[in-house]
């Protein structure tokens, strides 16, 4: 069988085939799609909230949950309660202390790719299953049920900083180490191990074209690229670097690259190639680099990008961008602030960071203001798969049977005619290493919305996790089609609807009143849970 693995449809082709729509907006942009695959079993309402600034916001907890751990399920809810949020956030601040041996114990059965060396996954037969299905079906599964929630938040958003596209550059299995060996280790650290720890893997090695990089054949990529995106951000009139900067740092990365030969008994492992290096004086961001530094000049390198205030302005941009709105710059500039101060004063130290985030009055006062943060394809799926409450029981981790639950729920998401293929996002596949955006503009042409819809639909009639149909595990007690309705709206949004909406649910489950009770049940409960999924209420986070 070949790969599961197709590559993303890419913003540019999403919109010149469907062109851009409101985000979450009524579902005509179905008909104006031509795509009306589900639209014959779910109706097209007329919502009166469209954007989040017209919804009743959700509590507190829900509203951390729904920003730090994909939603809010009945058990994180219960924690929350049992810590309260500042509690909650140090505790997941500190993912060593949180037991996450049911899922990793589960991953590292059933997919023991995850911890082998290159070498051995080099020699991998891969016939019915590819590394980075592996990999993409891992990072899925941890997302929907890893108890440490922050840390999966935080793995996903450190992807996208130091973005490699696994499928591109030969850097298939070097991801899968790079994962594991880089990002995730450093998720919650020091962002200047982290910085180190990614200029050493092998995966952005190859990815951004340093193993080429030699004195006398300088190539820039990587040294451009960890200003640019790693670091410092996009310079304007020469600040905060030039171009000599870009140039002197290539310089002093010449001879970063990886043991590369079979036999070496440190193959697949990063190596300093001393008579590679450019061993001359270098200038970098008005900084003298003596003579002869060797390896130490990319390091003093390093230690010059993780100590400079525009560093920590620019990541602090971007977690605020992650966690409270689109335009932080514009609307969020003091908490920018506050968190770029965190990075200078803790040297460095995401959790410091993160805990001035997380417990800032901007981040908890934050939804439905500075234009709403809508779900990206990937945080949807997973969304989905935790607030319906899909047992981990059901999808034990084993792929290349496409017999198994697991294998098919991976491919319902990731196969060649995979819902988040069609939509864009999968993980590791964004063809720039700037990353997958993460502003809502991004995500809502028409035709990524019309597989927004069907993703819900497919949720409900239980073809994304092979056998479950939420229906059939709601409380068997409530004893009215209203109950009902009000069970589905707490349970998948976590907050109110406006009154009209849920009327219009309540209309539309019951048809207007002429269905009884278990006439609505058997006809169509599927179908309010995929409208209340398909919502924009669903859709905005």
Not at 138 to 154: F, G, H, I, K, N
Request: aromatic residues 8%; negative net charge.
């Amino acid at each position: 069988m070949p790969s599961l693995s197709a590559g993303p449809l890419t913003r540019r082709r999403l919109l010149a085939l469907g062109g851009l729509a409101t985000a979450a907006n009524d579902p005509v942009a179905v008909a104006a799609s031509g795509d009306q695959r589900g639209a014959n079993r779910r109706p097209a309402l007329s919502w009166s909230a469209r954007a989040s600034a017209d919804m009743p916001p959700p509590d507190p907890a829900t509203h951390l949950l729904s920003r730090c751990a994909w939603g809010a399920t009945p058990a994180d809810l219960a924690r929350v309660a049992a810590l309260g949020m500042p509690g909650w956030i140090d505790e997941q601040l500190d993912p060593a202390t949180i037991d996450a041996g049911a899922v990793e114990g589960l991953l590292a059965a059933g997919i023991p790719d995850l911890s082998l060396n290159l070498a051995q996954l080099e020699v991998l037969n891969q016939h019915t299953y590819r590394v980075t299905d592996a990999l993409n079906a891992a990072t899925l599964y941890r997302q929907v049920y890893s108890p440490r929630r922050l840390q999966e938040a935080m793995v996903d958003f450190w992807s996208d900083h130091f973005s490699i596209n696994q499928y591109m550059e030969g850097a298939t299995w070097h991801k899968l180490i790079d994962d594991r060996d880089v990002i995730r280790p450093h998720a919650l650290g020091s962002f200047k191990d982290l910085l180190t720890a990614s200029a050493r893997s092998v995966a952005m090695l190859i990815y951004l074209n340093n193993e080429l990089n030699r004195s006398g054949q300088l190539n820039e990529n990587y040294a451009r690229e960890i200003l640019e995106l790693h670091t410092l951000g996009v310079a304007v009139d020469g600040q905060p670097y030039t171009e000599a900067d870009v140039l002197e740092v290539a310089r002093c990365f010449t001879g970063w690259a990886w043991a590369n030969r079979n036999g070496d008994p440190h193959y697949g492992a990063f190596r300093f190639y001393a008579d590679r290096h450019d061993q001359g004086i270098k200038q970098v961001l008005g900084q003298t680099i003596p003579a002869g530094g060797g390896e130490r000049d990319a390091l003093v390198v390093i230690d010059q990008l993780c100590r400079h205030p525009a560093t920590a302005r620019f990541l602090a941009t971007k977690l605020v961008r992650r966690f409270v709105g689109d335009d932080p710059l514009a609307d969020l500039s003091q908490l920018v602030d506050r968190v770029a101060e965190a990075f200078l004063v803790n040297d460095g130290d995401i959790k410091a960071m993160l805990r001035v985030l997380l417990n800032a009055p901007e981040f908890m006062a934050s939804f439905g203001r500075h234009g709403g943060r809508l779900n990206r394809p990937m945080e949807l799926a997973v969304r989905m798969m935790r607030v319906t409450g899909v047992p981990q029981g059901l999808l034990l981790p084993t792929l290349g049977d496409p017999k198994l639950p697991f294998h098919q729920w991976y491919s319902s998401l990731v196969g060649w005619d995979g819902l988040l293929n069609h939509m864009g996002q999968v993980p590791f596949a964004w063809l720039t290493p700037d990353g997958y955006p993460d502003q809502k503009e991004n995500w809502t042409s028409s035709v990524v919305m019309v597989y927004r819809w069907n993703l819900g639909l497919a949720m409900a009639e239980g073809r994304v996790a092979p056998g479950f149909r939420p229906r059939l595990h709601r409380p068997a007690d409530l004893a009215s089609a209203a109950e009902i309705v009000d069970h589905w709206i707490r349970r998948l949004i976590g907050r109110a609807m406006l009154a009209a909406d849920r009327d219009t649910l309540l209309a539309w489950f019951t048809n207007g009143g002429t269905l009884s009770l278990a006439q609505a049940a058997a006809q169509r409960e599927d179908g309010l849970i995929a409208l209340i999924l398909d919502s924009p209420y669903f859709q905005w986070r």
